[in-house]
């Protein structure tokens, strides 16, 4: 077996014990003896033990484009997609990394670590309860909200050094009035500008898996917190590999750029009565690229049918819900106003006519 394919597990140095990071401390932490490791710590214990063999079995599905391993703590056999890179064992929660899913072009550089706990993004599910009395009660069952996990989501970052040159024919119309004649005065101008401007870390989803309005949402992260990846980060994670190249998203960053850049010179031409623009030219220079993960508290709800996402910014906590809504409930409840709203009219009817017999 190819030394890349082999999976690596995170183990506790002290005992041996499921590693996990924990996120309240910024460290690994044992499940069992409740050791501490910093990331120093376990890259020289890692490099001490490289020349050990790794004895659990990865298997590729060639036609199936899936990843089929074993799990060396309770014997079960896990199916991960082309696109994950690493992933739990469904039965005893021990996590496995699989290396060759994280080698070569899918490395990523950087990566920004969990920060936000998985009972912040409990509590967080739980608020939306709150004040949204048409939300189904299945959507907020515990089951549910045991399905929360932490993924680390691929995103490009582009950093632009661009000039943006602008030209318009702008207009200004003023009038008055003198007695009973109206006059009008029409001002043209050839107004131009020219600027420069640099955009760090644009950010671009890299994953076709994720629906790209919902990180939108949660954005911005902090990327001056970002540290050089480590495959150590992962432990207690999912991690997804881009399916998404650079050039695509590189598209769309430039689109961003560019909406940045007209909405600063359209700010800059403020009052003309109209503006026609003769040239616009983007000079776009790509400075840098990079590929980075960055981590996402996550769950889907299946509802009639549909799935509902539920997704944290692991860093900020920013969070976006996609609540539906119980028809049932809304009828019954719709119901009960129409029958509360119609005894008080009633009421009302029968005091006036009452008093008003008086």
Known sequence: MNERERALDSKCIACGGKLVFEPSIGKWKCEYCKSEF??????KHETHVSSKKNNEAVTE????DYVEYHCKDCGAKIIADENTASTFCVYCGNTAI????LSGKFAPSKIIPF???KDDAIEAFKSL?????????????????????????????????????????C???????????????TDSYKVARNADMKFENVPV?????????????IEPFNYAEMVKYNHAYLSGFLAEKYDVESDKSKEIAVKRVHSSEDSVINGSMLGYSTRVKTK????????KTEYVLLPVWMVNVKFGGKYYTFAMNAQTGEFVGNIPVDKKKAVIIFAIEFIAIALVIVLISYLANIFGGI
Not at 38 to 43: A, Q
Not at 205 to 217: A, H, K, P
């Open 38 to 43: 910093d990331l120093e710590t376990l890259e």
């Open 61 to 64: 599905d060639k036609d199936t």
């Open 98 to 101: 699989l290396k060759s899913k």
């Open 115 to 117: 920060k936000k706990t």
């Open 129 to 169: 309860y709150k004040g949204r009395p048409l939300m189904p009660k299945f959507f907020n069952d515990p089951k549910n909200i045991e399905k929360i996990s932490g993924v680390y989501i691929p995103f490009w970052l582009f950093t632009f050094e661009n000039n943006i040159v602008v030209e318009a024919n």
């Open 171 to 185: 207009k200004k119309v003023t009038s008055w009035r003198v007695g009973d004649t109206v006059y009008t005065k």
């Open 205 to 217: 989803d890299g994953s076709t898996r994720f629906n790209d309005d919902i990180m939108n949402t």
């Open 280 to 287: 616009c030219d983007y000079n776009d220079k790509d400075k």
